[in-house]
């Protein structure tokens, strides 16, 4: 196989992968709110877990899961795995798919100023205004003032948020961590924050519910295993770009299924953050920066996927 067929290969796979992640987070919507945020992250984490034998490469043990050489850093990845889970999973319960994606497509831009802040590095004025071009997105996308915001709203920029830290410690400590216990770190957390959460308001699913839980959570597992097959054959600077196409899967879901409808400055609001979001990727690419991946509810992991061991063999 040559270069040019490995490379698109893995953008065809990349474009795969983003449409399950698209199908996993219509799963969660189809709840209707029907369950309890914190379980329906609690079970998604319970089937992520299968993914773990995807993730350990060579020479992993399977106590690489909980083991770390930074402690604190680890167990903030524990905190930003529950959060980033249980805040997207709100998101796409209470808004359009579409808007959703829009907030959390964010994450880009956290990542570009996180960065400044934590890991001190040289921000040139071409990723600011790719900053700048975000941030106006999504005030044209809210319009505080002119029409009302949620919860939902302040939880898929929160979501966003927790993601974005996510990948500055990734970026802090992924060259010394194991991908494996970066992996743990944001499942352990889901799992035991989610599922502390949900006990006194434990609802047991009906049969159709448990169809979109098993959806949401095994589609999110399928996802990450395409997506780390994809960087297998293509650069991750190739594998990244192609996480916009959700947007295409949250609009057709959104009209199709949720009678959602998109306006004309929603509409420029939201080709503003992907531009963002696209201007950030192209100058990361040119700095050999880790990639922000997808941003997805069922997916907080999906930047290990991408990540430089990827192409090792799995036992």
Known sequence: MTAAQSSLRGVLLAFASYAVFAFSDASVKLLHGALPSYEVAFIGAVLG????????????????????????????????????????????????????????????????????????????????????????????????????????????????????????????????????????????????????????EMTWPTGLQWTFLASYGLLGTLGTV?????????????????????????????YLLFNDSIDVPMAVGIVLIIISGMLTLARERKRGTPLPTTVVAANSQAALATAPDAEETVE
């Not at 993730?55 to 050489?69: A, F, H, K, N, Q």
């Open 49 to 200: 877990c299968s993914a773990v034998p995807f993730l350990r490469t060579r020479g992993d043990s399977w106590l690489d899961i909980v083991r770390t050489t930074n402690r604190p850093l680890w167990l903030l990845r524990f905190a930003c795995g529950a959060i980033s889970a249980i805040c997207s999973i709100v998101a796409f319960t209470k808004l359009p798919m579409a808007e959703a994606f829009a907030l959390l497509f964010l994450l880009p831009s956290f990542v570009t100023i996180l960065s400044v802040i934590f890991l001190k590095e040289d921000i040139r004025w071409q990723r600011w205004t790719a900053v700048v071009l975000g941030f106006v997105g999504v005030l044209i996308v809210l319009r505080p003032g002119f029409r009302e915001l949620s919860i939902g709203h302040f939880c898929a920029a929160v979501g966003g948020l927790s993601g974005a830290v996510s990948i500055v410690i990734y970026r802090a400590i992924g060259p010394n961590e194991k991908r494996i216990s970066l992996y743990g770190a944001a499942l352990f957390g889901t799992l035991i924050v989610s599922g502390l959460l949900m006990l006194p």
């Open 226 to 254: 395409l997506l780390m097959t994809a960087a297998h054959f293509a650069p991750a600077n190739l594998v990244a770009p192609p996480q916009y196409s959700q947007m295409i899967w949250a609009i057709g879901f959104g």
